[in-house]
């Protein structure tokens, strides 16, 4: 079975700093990984998402993930933070040839003006 | 395009009532989602749907609830008879179908209140 790991349920960083929200997965053979964000009282919104190639994959808005099949991680990272960058962020995984995908439990980015 | 809609958004109804919540995905996407997001339990998948047929139903958590696609523009997920426990932000998310999978696109939710 598939699993999403997040082990942080709130980050706090300051505004202009480096931010990275973590996530880990668990799936058997090589994985389809995706970020989505979901701001107050909305839809989550698709972010970016890992398919193959280049382990640094680019999203909207400034982000980027870093996909480290080692350490089964696909860790969130931007490089400046923005106030409006505050919101809830799902990691979530897909097995190959099957289309379910599995949400992580979020987390809560707080950057702080 | 308007996006995925759902109707209603804000549904309070009281405990053994059927509740319906409809779903209208996005013109030429051909998988439907159904969530369920709570506090204790996170965001949950209840049911998805290729091509108007139900693919994996293995999420709704019990015979109380149904979900139908009767064509491609159209879905339900109805409670019947409705519990608190129910009580949550119900989420319908469209996609195209495809080998890598596609990105989904979330409604607006529709929340649920149970008394």
């Known amino acids: 079975a598939q699993s999403v790991a997040q082990p942080e349920d709130q980050v706090n960083v300051a505004e202009g700093n480096p931010l990275t929200v973590k996530c880990t997965y668990s799936?058997?053979?090589?994985?389809?990984l995706f970020w989505y964000v979901q701001y107050p009282n909305r839809g989550l919104q698709f972010l970016l998402k890992?398919?193959?190639?280049?382990?640094l994959v680019k999203g909207s808005y400034g982000f980027e993930a870093e996909f480290n099949k080692s350490q089964t991680s696909f860790h969130l990272k931007k490089p400046s933070a923005l106030v409006s960058d505050s919101a809830l962020y799902f990691c979530?995984?897909?097995?190959?040839?099957?289309?379910?995908?599995?949400f992580g439990t979020g987390t809560k980015l707080q950057v702080i003006p | 395009d308007a996006g995925v809609i759902q109707s209603p958004r804000h549904e309070v109804t009281e405990m053994g009532q059927e509740v319906t919540l409809r779903c209208k995905p996005i013109?030429?996407?051909?998988?439907l989602f159904w969530y369920r997001q709570t506090m204790m339990r996170g965001l949950e998948l209840l049911i998805y749907?290729?091509?108007?047929?139900?693919?994996?139903d293995s999420g709704m958590p019990e015979d109380r609830f149904s979900a139908k696609m009767p064509n491609a523009s159209f879905s339900t997920l109805k409670i019947q008879p409705s519990e608190p426990r129910d009580s949550a932000v119900y989420f319908c998310?469209?996609?195209?179908?495809?080998?890598?999978?596609?990105?989904?696109?979330f409604g607006p939710g529709t929340r649920l209140t149970v008394t």
């Open positions: 998310a469209s996609s195209l179908r495809g080998e890598p999978p596609y990105e989904q696109y």
């Open positions: 799936v058997s053979g090589n994985p389809y």
């Open positions: 890992y398919i193959t190639g280049d382990n």
């Open positions: 979530a995984v897909s097995p190959r040839s099957y289309q379910k995908v599995t």
């Open positions: 013109s030429g996407h051909n998988s």
């Open positions: 749907f290729n091509n108007n047929v139900p693919i994996d």
